[in-house]
């Protein structure tokens, strides 16, 4: 499981879209998860074309599916291999892993419910991705801070995934910082994918 966090704009929606479109490149199945309203079938013909691929048969191995609640994504994780349309999935991005959280349990005075409730979700994603050999692509915004952006997801979602990926815009160009056991590394992004 690997999280992608960042502030608007800053590319987290363009790497869920370039994750599942490689992996329907590989000849894998993906599923795109869509919180936030941002899936659009064009982009995904858009980034291929960009990457000089035939896009017929790509969007037929993308499944997508649009979560309203937590509820329901929890339930989608859970059923995952229960589901014609998923069982086969090697891929899973969920474009934005908090919102439905932050939504239906809002405000500091929930905040134990809405980490404990986040917590079992992530963990039940990593029991699916151990069990199946799935991986995740999980997407989540920032909030300001006392000492600057921090994760919404906090230390629940830090100490379940593999690795974090803060994104930075910095002016034209998105910059990724990597930071898997405290080294960092810098990223370049364009509208073809990571350069």
């Given amino acids: 499981m690997v999280e992608f966090h960042g502030s608007s704009g800053s ?13 329907a ?23 291929s074309d960009a990457r000089g691929w035939k896009t017929e048969r790509l969007l037929e191995r993308i499944e997508y599916v649009r979560s ?3 509820a329901e994504q929890a339930e989608l994780v859970r059923r995952m291999g229960k589901r014609d349309a998923t069982a086969s ?14 939504l239906e349990i809002p405000g500091r ?17 990593a029991r699916d ?13 920032v909030t300001f801070g006392p000492r ?18 803060l994104l930075q815009k910095s002016g034209k160009v998105v910059v990724a ?3 898997p056991s405290g080294q960092s590394a810098r990223l370049q992004l364009d509208e073809r994918g990571v350069s």
Avoid: W
């Fill in 68 to 70: 309203d609640s937590y």
């Fill in 109 to 125: 005075s929930n905040a134990a419910a809405r980490q404990g409730a986040l917590n079992l979700h992530l963990s039940e994603m």
């Fill in 177 to 179: 910082m990597v930071e």
């Fill in 89 to 102: 999935c090697r891929l899973v991005a969920i474009d934005t892993l908090t919102r439905n959280f932050s």
């Fill in 129 to 141: 991705a151990f069990l199946n050999s799935r991986a995740y692509v999980l997407t989540d915004r």
């Fill in 11 to 23: 590319g987290k929606t363009q790497l869920a879209m370039q994750s599942v479109l490689c992996a």
């Fill in 148 to 165: 600057g952006d921090t994760m919404i997801g906090g230390r629940t979602v830090s100490q379940l995934v593999d690795s974090t990926v």
């Fill in 25 to 47: 490149r590989s000849g894998a199945k993906a599923l795109f998860v869509d919180t936030e309203g941002t899936f659009r079938p064009e982009r995904i013909e858009r980034m």
